[in-house]
């Protein structure tokens, strides 16, 4: 098993790979044109990893993943047919072709339908330094693993139980091409560590966690300090309490923030705001934050989990203002969206690439002290938020707050209001920005929300 995951490592990531499956899309292009189709696009992935989980001492999966995947559009006219396959011999591929124009000549036409704008398309593809693979063993990883879970069981006597840690390794290609004479590869690679353990006390348990995720095996934190972080989390929960119902400051710490600018994200983007299934449709150049926030995409910064040389319909990425003082600048839009709303597209077919929200100067202990007495989230749970309406209500866990300082655990409540007003009311980011996810954002402070208790 050792051997077959050290060849993966070696044809993932390499010249060779990337011609391959160049060799696979060049051969759709061919067949659809010999089809008769307009215009085609393909996209190939193909990646490889594995993952071990350990639970009190004891090591519970290995698993490994190989995958590869072809997927096929092409048009007649604004007549879109599309087919995918897992088989990328030669007989499969005119098959997954065939299949894609079956579907268009008996689809209604689209005028939206068709490639990208070719003078979008990426010129060059710049080499953004994702790829990093981590030829690490499956005993090695076991060991790290273990002594992440070591690390928080040992922190205190109360941590009884855990629901393990976990460590993964995955590298993959991706190739595009369009029948405008686009072909863009690249190659990439995802890391992680991860823990999750229990404390208990006489007055009930509680659960806490903490993970690494990085392109380069050498930025994942430390296996003790996860583990410890992860310890001290469940720890500090213990004794929780529910809240009276009341509106007061809240602060959403940088790793639950993320969801709000995700929300953010949701509303603008082009599939919503053609449908009128958006609370800032008609927004644009209006403002919907303070006059001091800003909110920029970076798709090229190096090693960074969001980024991308272009987009899936072959779009140059580029780094742009999606909000500045306060003021929306652009929607997130990908082709057939952007013809919708009459606009051009913004390189963001398959999502943004690394959301950047301007940082304060204060970290969390400063917008602790400066809301004085409030919420702490550090939890949410459920999925309240309706980007028709801008309504928004979960569930959430996390700390009460009193002069500034910490002064007990809470549980079982829920954090309300209405995302206009909560966009609009931002009194603060934090400086403690957290770069595990594609939006990276400190910790946001608003002077006023709804929490709901008994």
């Avoid at 594995?50 to 995947?69: I, M």
């Avoid at 339908?113 to 010129?123: I, K, V, Y």
């Avoid at 991308?308 to 990908?334: H, I, K, M, N, W």
């Amino acid at each position: 098993m050792q051997d077959e995951g050290a060849s993966a490592w070696e044809e993932l990531g390499s010249a060779a790979q990337r011609a391959r499956l160049s060799e696979v899309v060049s051969e759709v292009l061919v067949e659809a044109a010999r089809r008769g189709a307009s215009a085609a696009e393909a996209a190939v992935a193909a990646g490889a990893g594995f993952s071990v989980s350990v639970r009190l001492g004891a090591v519970e999966t290995v698993e490994r993943d190989r995958n590869r995947g072809l997927g096929v559009t092409v048009y007649f006219g604004h007549r879109k047919g599309s087919a995918s396959t897992s088989d990328l011999s030669a007989d499969a591929v005119r098959e997954t072709v065939a299949a894609a124009c079956a579907i268009a000549r008996h689809t209604a036409e689209d005028p939206c339908h068709g490639l990208a704008d070719p003078s979008r398309l990426a010129r060059e593809v710049p080499d953004l330094d994702l790829y990093h693979p981590w030829p690490v063993t499956v005993e090695d990883a076991i060991a790290l693993a273990l002594e992440a879970e070591g690390s928080a069981r040992g922190l205190d006597p109360r941590v009884s139980n855990s629901e393990g840690a976990s460590v993964s390794a995955h590298v993959g290609d991706r190739v595009y091409a369009n029948s405008h004479g686009f072909l863009g590869a690249w190659s990439s690679s995802r890391h992680g560590l991860s823990c999750a353990v229990i404390a208990r006390n006489g007055e009930g348990m509680q659960r806490g966690s903490w993970h690494s995720v990085a392109r380069d095996p050498l930025a994942l934190e430390a296996p003790a300090a996860v583990g410890r972080r992860a310890g001290e989390r469940a720890l500090a929960r213990l004794g929780a309490r529910r809240l009276q119902t009341r509106t007061a400051p809240v602060v959403f710490s940088a790793e639950v923030a993320t969801s709000l600018f995700g929300h953010f994200v949701g509303a603008v983007r082009g599939g919503n705001l053609y449908r009128n299934a958006s609370f800032l449709v008609g927004q644009l150049g209006q403002p919907v934050f303070p006059d001091w926030l800003g909110i920029r995409e970076e798709p090229h910064l190096p090693r960074a989990l969001g980024s991308a040389p272009f987009d899936q319909e072959g779009v140059a990425t580029c780094p742009r203002d999606l909000v500045a003082a306060g003021v929306l600048q652009g929607y997130v839009l990908d082709s057939y969206s952007a013809c919708r709303l009459g606009m051009a597209t913004t390189g963001n077919a398959g999502g943004v690439h690394n959301l950047l929200v301007a940082p304060g100067p204060e970290d969390q202990a400063g917008l602790l002290r400066r809301m004085g007495s409030g919420l702490l989230v550090t939890e949410l749970m459920g999925m309240g938020v309706n980007l028709v309406t801008g309504d928004y209500s979960r569930g959430a866990a996390g700390f009460w707050v009193e002069g500034g300082e910490v002064a007990f655990p809470v549980h079982e409540i829920t954090v309300a209001g209405q995302l206009r007003a909560m966009f609009r009311g931002v009194a603060a980011v934090g400086a403690d920005v957290d770069a595990r996810t594609g939006v990276r954002t400190g910790s946001v402070l608003f002077d006023a929300l709804t929490i709901g208790g008994t």
